[in-house]
């Protein structure tokens, strides 16, 4: 299931992992709840965080904060929630609402990945949809307290964004086992797929290792490259990309649709000049080729891509790997 997911657009979301909420003494804690309990996931959350952090997966964390006075739920006939804790939880400005230590110092490491929330869902009246957008996140994995509170409306809001959902079963914890077990099953029916903090580390690793992310492009070499043209452009309909010349100075068009065209095709030679794929590490996969004793054409280089090296396959056609924003 997370072979259909892509590291580059998946980030963590880990909510409300607060005093108020696993700390003994934080006000679930002074009204009777078992925060031990609730506690258990601290040290999982922690390792799947510095996974993470470590992949430059980014790591969004959520504090729910309250105010003494709220005239919104103030306005409410029937109790709320916080009716049933000895205190409103996660005062502003309180150590009830602070990350607790175990974890602070990672939520610390980029202070902008904090949102803070008023109500159970992350995403109601937050800016975390366009934090999301912002860093090109298509799939959640989603960990945090407290089950069928602000994790489960968080998942559901997530699920209504069409964003891809993974539940980390051993990084969340509830205040019911048995609500728990109720919702795993609604959540896997309805709204996510559901996985282990190993199942995420082990995926982080193979996505991590050299790889090619996807295609690229082709390059092809024509004899007449206006009549080459105008036969993809007139009778194909593509379009041509402002694209940079190439370093040995040949004639070039590129198409939106992910070939080029390049002058120097003579009667009977080969047509494609190479093909090029984008890469996640390119400096490993030159080691990796380097020691499997595959031929180079041309080592690390800044290409008009990123950073680049041409190797040969087995049979003898040049492949182009590239890295987007990497540099020599």
Same mark, same amino acid.
């Given at each position: ?122 995403? @109601?009246?937050? *800016?975390?949809?366009?934090? &999301? ?5 298509? !799939?959640? #994995?989603?960990? +945090? ?92 309909? @593509?379009?041509? *990309?402002?694209?940079?010349? &190439? ?5 070039? !068009?590129? #198409?939106?649709? +992910? ?70």
């Amino acid at each position: 299931m997370l072979d259909d997911i892509e590291l580059k657009t998946a980030a963590l979301l880990v909510i409300d992992m607060q005093n108020a909420f696993i700390h003994e003494k934080g006000t679930l804690g002074v009204s009777g709840v078992d925060t031990k309990r609730l506690a258990t996931i601290i040290p999982a959350v922690r390792k799947l965080v510095e996974g993470c952090q470590a992949a430059t997966i980014p790591v969004i964390w959520t504090v729910q904060e309250h105010f003494a006075v709220d005239a919104s739920r103030a306005r409410k006939k029937l109790a709320a929630h916080t009716a049933r804790r000895k205190q409103v939880s996660a005062l502003a400005g309180s150590w009830d609402e602070e990350i607790v230590d175990e974890l602070k110092t990672l939520a610390a490491v980029n202070p902008s990945y904090v949102v803070r929330k008023h109500r159970f869902g992350a995403f @109601f009246e937050t *800016r975390l949809d366009m934090l &999301l957008r912002m860093l090109g996140t298509r !799939t959640l #994995f989603i960990v +945090g307290t407290t089950t069928n509170a602000c994790v489960e409306t968080s998942i559901r809001e997530a699920y209504l964004r069409d964003f891809d959902s993974v539940a980390v079963l051993d990084c969340i914890s509830g205040v019911n086992s048995d609500w728990e077990q109720s919702a795993q099953k609604v959540w896997k029916q309805y709204f996510c797929e559901t996985a282990n903090s190993s199942d995420v580390l082990s995926w982080i690793e193979a996505q991590s290792a050299p790889r090619a992310l996807g295609y690229g492009h082709m390059l092809l070499m024509v004899q007449d490259m206006k009549q080459s043209v105008d036969f993809y452009v007139e009778q194909l309909g @593509f379009r041509i *990309r402002p694209a940079k010349p &190439l370093a040995d100075g040949r004639s070039f !068009t590129a #198409f939106r649709q +992910g070939i080029a065209l390049v002058a120097g095709r003579e009667e009977g030679h080969r047509q494609v000049d190479h093909i090029a794929f984008e890469v996640n590490d390119v400096r490993k996969m030159r080691d990796r080729l380097k020691r499997a004793n595959i031929r180079f054409f041309q080592d690390l280089h800044n290409g008009p891509y990123g950073l680049t090296v041409y190797v040969a396959d087995p049979d003898g056609t040049k492949v182009e790997l590239y890295e987007v924003g990497a540099t020599a």
